[in-house]
């Protein structure tokens, strides 16, 4: 029997989506500015989820509009929680990683800095589950995009203009 290589599955997340791998992908993202990156994976069972959340909470949607739960922190971790579930991966099992959370603009005030709340909530939503923050790459001035390989948990960012770095 003739040995094949297989190549891992490239899956991109758009803004404001989630998306799943599993052993053998690569999940990657870009034009993380102020928006975040949310990596929730399980090594043992080699499946994981990656976020582009706009937002921090659903509650900045306006009243009576359509809430896409992947485009606020909030919504799209419960629902990444929710899928782990259904595919019977442990919580126990589940680990971390963020990226992004830029400050764009400098004119912001604190509470306009979308990138740092953005951060912010996705560590709350990830403590209130008990699930372990491995690495981050957060704040700062710039853009990123990144890519998950979902059989080793690297996660590989590439700042705009700058040198590409593995944690």
């Known amino acids: 029997m003739k040995n094949v290589d297989v190549k891992p599955a490239k899956v991109k997340v758009a803004m404001a989506d989630m998306q799943w791998g599993q052993n053998g992908d690569i999940l990657t993202t870009s034009g993380l500015g102020s ?5 929730i994976y ?3 069972c080699q ?3 990656l976020i582009h959340a706009m937002l921090p909470s659903s509650e900045m949607a306006r009243e009576g509009q359509h809430v896409n739960e992947a485009k606020y922190a909030d919504t799209a971790v419960k629902k990444a929680f929710t899928g782990f579930e259904e595919r019977r991966i442990p919580i126990d099992s589940l680990e971390a990683k963020l990226a992004g959370g830029a400050r764009m603009f400098q004119f912001q005030t604190d509470h306009l800095n979308i ?19 491995t690495a981050e790459e957060t704040g700062g001035h710039i853009g990123r995009t990144i890519e ?3 059989a080793t948990g690297a996660l590989r960012i590439k700042p705009t203009g700058g040198e590409t770095i593995i944690i």
């Open 35 to 39: 928006c975040v990156g949310i990596v």
């Open 42 to 44: 399980s090594l043992r």
């Open 47 to 49: 499946c994981a989820c």
């Open 115 to 133: 990138g740092k709340r953005n951060v912010e909530a996705a560590k709350e939503l990830l403590a209130g589950r008990s699930v372990s923050l």
């Open 148 to 150: 998950f390989d979902v």
